[in-house]
């Protein structure tokens, strides 16, 4: 088992920076690709980004490609989305998931954080 928490979202303007943190609890979760999906309202929940458990390979949906970046440390059971030059469009609840292999789909994911809602103004 691994329970997921995410923390970090908030209220912040165009063009500016938050960073999202997942922390992971359970043995296993070292052995665990994780990924951030992202929902906002009324709209199905989209991938964002992706990471391997051993940090070898990220990948990342178009729209956020070069502004947003994932990094973790299994030393600390946790999961980073570096989010920068926001866009009023990136405004969603973001979520964390644990699966394994990577995967862009959110059926290969096994575990999810309850999600962190991110607002960004114009």
């Known amino acids: 088992q691994v329970q997921l928490v995410e923390s970090g979202g908030g209220l912040v303007q165009a063009g500016d920076s938050l960073r999202l943190s997942c922390a992971a609890s359970g043995r296993t979760f070292n052995f665990y690709a994780a990924g951030w999906f992202r929902q906002a309202p009324g709209k199905e929940r989209e991938f964002v980004g992706g990471i391997t458990w051993n940090s070898a390979i990220t990948y990342y949906s178009d729209s956020v490609k070069g502004r947003f970046t994932i990094s973790r440390s299994n030393a600390q059971n946790t999961v980073w989305l570096q989010m920068n030059s926001l866009k009023p469009e990136d405004t969603a609840v973001y979520y964390c998931?644990?699966?394994?292999?990577?995967?862009?789909?959110?059926?290969?994911?096994?575990?999810w954080g309850q999600g962190t809602q991110v607002t960004v103004s114009s």
């Open positions: 998931a644990a699966g394994r292999p990577l995967g862009r789909a959110s059926t290969d994911y096994d575990y």
